[in-house]
């Protein structure tokens, strides 16, 4: 069924215009669109809920859905994604379904969707769309406001160095390795100084 979704045009995988919505909402100084390709260690494989509560977050007039997906036909998965009118965004293949067809290929039970106004009409939840959407590339600059927030998390992107977007990144924001070793030494000497 996937192949012939496939080779349908039904199943498609994401677009340039779906990664450019994903580049600009950041979690933690990173685009999405980064935690999506390449951070599956980072945030724990299969841990869906998050990114597609990301994705949800940089699509406009998305829906997010939580379900029980059939995996290959032989077990329930609990999993996220979003969707809309015609399309649902997986984040665990980085493709886009026909939604008719991938209700049908996965069969989700236990779904539980919500849109944008349903999510922040809880006061927790608004505060965290609130706070990722809040910041752009900017701020992560080395003289932007959040520029701390990147450098607490950049380390653990540090590893993917060797894919060419990753390092790109690191060097648009101008990171610097040994920044974050100055800013933890800062850090600590504070800590001391104040136990005194």
Same mark, same amino acid.
């Given at each position: 069924m996937i192949k012939k979704g496939i080779d349908s045009g039904l199943i498609l995988p994401f677009d340039k215009e779906i990664f450019s919505m994903l580049d600009n909402t950041f979690v933690c100084g990173i685009p999405v669109s980064m935690h999506l390709k390449f951070f599956n260690s980072v945030s724990g494989i299969g841990n869906f809920h998050d990114k597609s509560l990301y994705m949800f977050f940089s699509i406009p007039n998305s829906i997010l859905v939580y379900c029980k997906c059939n995996y290959k036909g032989q077990e329930y998965i609990e999993h996220g994604f979003v969707e809309t009118d015609?399309? &649902?965004?997986?984040?665990?293949?980085?493709?886009?379904?026909?939604?008719? @067809?991938?209700? @049908?290929?996965?069969?989700?039970?236990?779904?539980?969707?919500?849109?944008?106004?349903?999510?922040?009409?809880?006061?927790?939840?608004?505060?965290?769309?609130?706070?990722?959407?809040?910041?752009?590339?900017?701020?992560?600059?080395?003289?932007?406001?959040?520029?701390?927030?990147?450098?607490?998390?950049?380390?653990?992107?540090?590893?993917?160095?060797?894919?060419?977007?990753?390092?790109?990144? @690191?060097?648009?924001?101008?990171?610097?390795?040994?920044?974050?070793?100055?800013?933890?030494?800062?850090?600590?000497? &504070?800590?001391?100084?104040?136990?005194?």
């Open positions: 015609k399309y &649902v965004y997986d984040p665990a293949t980085l493709m886009r379904f026909d939604k008719e @067809l991938y209700y @049908l290929i996965y069969d989700p039970t236990d779904v539980t969707k919500c849109t944008l106004d349903e999510y922040c009409s809880d006061d927790e939840n608004k505060k965290i769309y609130e706070y990722i959407t809040k910041y752009c590339l900017e701020d992560y600059m080395p003289d932007g406001c959040e520029r701390k927030e990147f450098l607490y998390n950049a380390k653990i992107v540090e590893y993917y160095r060797n894919i060419k977007e990753v390092d790109d990144y @690191l060097n648009m924001l101008d990171y610097d390795s040994s920044s974050v070793i100055n800013d933890i030494n800062e850090r600590i000497d &504070v800590l001391v100084k104040n136990k005194r």
